[in-house]
C-alpha cells in the first residue's frame, strides 16, 4: 500500500467507508493484474468484476466506467512512483545534491524495470480514446519532476550548480515567458540557461528509462545495461551543472 492510500485510510472513520476504500483497492489490485496481462487498451471493468467475484453492476457503484478505472490506475502508479523516489532521495544526506539526484534517477529506473505495464500506462503510448483528467493526475504525475527540480534548486542555492557555458547561458527570446512562468509557478530562483538545461535533464532522464523498458536498444545491443544507465546520469549530472558530477 501506498503512503497516501495508507493515510487515506487511516481516515476513513465509518465501517461503510472503510468498506468502500476496500473494495475500491480491491478493483485497483485486479486492474494492475489486468493491466500487466491484457495492457491498456484492453482494460474491463466486467473482467476486472468477474475476478473480484461480483456482478458487473456492483463494480459500476464504485467505479464508473473503464475510463474511471484508468484514471485510477494512473493515480496509483504517480503515487506508488513518487513514494520510491521520495523514499530513496531522502535517503541520502540533504547536502549531497548529487548524490540525491543519482537516487532519483536509478529509482524511477528500478521501479519502471519492475513494472513495466504501469510504467507503459504513465510514459508510453496514450491509450485509445482516453483522455487523463487533469484535476486528478496531474498532481500525482509531476511528484517525481517537481522532486528534480527540488534537488537543482537546492544545489543553486548551496553553490553546487555551476551556470552552463556562454553558448548555451542565453536561451531563445521566444522562450523567455515560459520560463518566467516556470520560475513563478515553481518558485524558483535560478537563471534560463540552469532551467533550459534542466528540462533536457528531465527528458534525457525518462528518455533513457523508456529506451531500456520498451527495448528500443534492440536485443544484446549492451551487455551492461546497469553500467551504461550509470553512466548516462553522470553525463546528465554534468549537464545539470553539478560541481561534483
Not at 18 to 44: E, M, N, P, Y
Not at 133 to 153: D, E
Not at 231 to 238: E, I, T, W
Amino acid at each position: 500500500m501506498t503512503n497516501t492510500a495508507a493515510h487515506a485510510e487511516t481516515t476513513l472513520r465509518t465501517p461503510r467507508e472503510r468498506a468502500r476504500a476496500q473494495t475500491i483497492a480491491d478493483i485497483v489490485r485486479l486492474g494492475r493484474k489486468h493491466l500487466a496481462t491484457h495492457g491498456a487498451a484492453a482494460l474491463s471493468l466486467r473482467a476486472v468484476a468477474r475476478d473480484l467475484g461480483v456482478v458487473s453492476s456492483a463494480v459500476y457503484r464504485y467505479v464508473a466506467s473503464r475510463d474511471e478505472l484508468l484514471t485510477l490506475l494512473l493515480v496509483d502508479a504517480y503515487n506508488e512512483l513518487g513514494d520510491v523516489v521520495d523514499a530513496a532521495v531522502n535517503a541520502r544526506p540533504e547536502d549531497d545534491f548529487a548524490g540525491r539526484f543519482q537516487a532519483l534517477g536509478l529509482a524511477v529506473r528500478k521501479w519502471a524495470l519492475r513494472e513495466h505495464a504501469r510504467y507503459g500506462l504513465l510514459f508510453g503510448s496514450p491509450v485509445p480514446g482516453y483522455r487523463a483528467p487533469a484535476g486528478q493526475t496531474t498532481t500525482p504525475g509531476t511528484r517525481v519532476v517537481y522532486s528534480l527540480v527540488g534537488i537543482l534548486a537546492a544545489a543553486y542555492r548551496g553553490g553546487e550548480l555551476t551556470p552552463p557555458p556562454a553558448r548555451t547561458a542565453v536561451v531563445p527570446p521566444a522562450l523567455a515567458a515560459d520560463f518566467d512562468a516556470i520560475r513563478a509557478g515553481l518558485g524558483l530562483a535560478v537563471p534560463d540557461g540552469l532551467i533550459a538545461n534542466g528540462v533536457l535533464v528531465w527528458t534525457s532522464l525518462f528518455g533513457a528509462v523508456s529506451f531500456e523498458v520498451f527495448g528500443q536498444y534492440g536485443p544484446d545491443t549492451f551487455s551492461a545495461p546497469d553500467e551504461l544507465f550509470e553512466h548516462h546520469l553522470a553525463v546528465l549530472a554534468d549537464v545539470a551543472g553539478f560541481t561534483g558530477g
